[in-house]
T-cell receptor
């Protein structure tokens, strides 16, 4: 079946660091990728939707300058958390879809900012 | 704006029991309804996807139903096993070209051996 790979699975870094998370679709062309954030005991919150080759569409309340999204190819999207602070600590999950495929999810990235 | 609610928030059952998880959504104009499983610290595993034109889908011991008119879906798990312990999430796909999923908060299931 379709597989989405997300890397890294866990990041621990100091406040002020920028962190890049990669999301790859391994066996299908992902025309659309989604980035979610999940707080403990909460729903997954959609942060942004990105279509290959175009700018990402951010949900209300999500800072586009803080969370930079690039979807330069049909198999790769990246989320960069710029100048991360402790309040950015969370679980980030990507998903990808394309053609007749429904959304397939990565395994998530646990980000901890000290 | 679509809102998805899952009841109960947590459920504990003895091994072997059949159980039902509930999901309700406010906007019936959905493209499909999906059920996912999430293990602690992990991503999402898709369990069942019900298209808006369908009433139910089955996979092994899992059966999901959809009633668009009442805004409800249920996930039925037969003969539960300890390995079924996880958080189960339902999500409504709005379709309309965006394919955005709106998730419920999930039901945390514990199956006691």
């Amino acid at each position: 079946g379709a597989v989405v790979s997300q890397h890294p699975s866990r990041v621990i870094c100091k406040s002020g660091t920028s962190v890049k998370i990669e999301c790859r679709s391994l066996d299908f062309q992902a025309t659309t990728m989604f980035w979610y954030r999940q707080f403990p005991k909460k729903s997954l919150m959609l942060m942004a939707t990105s279509n290959e080759g175009s700018k990402a569409t951010y949900e209300q309340g999500v800072e586009k300058d803080k969370f930079l999204i690039n979807h330069a190819s049909l198999t790769l999207s990246t989320l960069t958390v710029t100048s991360a602070h402790p309040e950015d600590s969370s679980f980030y999950i990507c998903s990808a879809r394309g053609g007749s495929q429904p959304q397939h999810f990565g395994d998530g990235t646990r980000l901890s900012i000290l | 704006k679509q809102e998805v609610t899952q009841i109960p928030a947590a459920l504990s059952v003895p091994e072997g029991e059949n159980l039902v998880l509930n999901c309700s959504f406010t906007d019936s104009a959905i493209y499909n309804l999906q059920w996912f499983r999430q293990d602690p610290g992990k991503g999402l595993t898709s369990l069942l996807l019900i298209q808006s034109s369908q009433r139910e889908q089955t996979s092994g011991r899992l059966n999901a139903s959809l009633d668009k008119s009442s805004g409800r879906s249920t996930l039925y798990i037969a003969a539960s096993q300890p390995g079924d312990s996880a958080t189960y999430l339902c999500a409504a796909d709005s379709g309309a070209g965006s394919y955005q999923l709106t998730f419920g908060k999930g039901t945390k299931l514990s199956v006691i051996p």
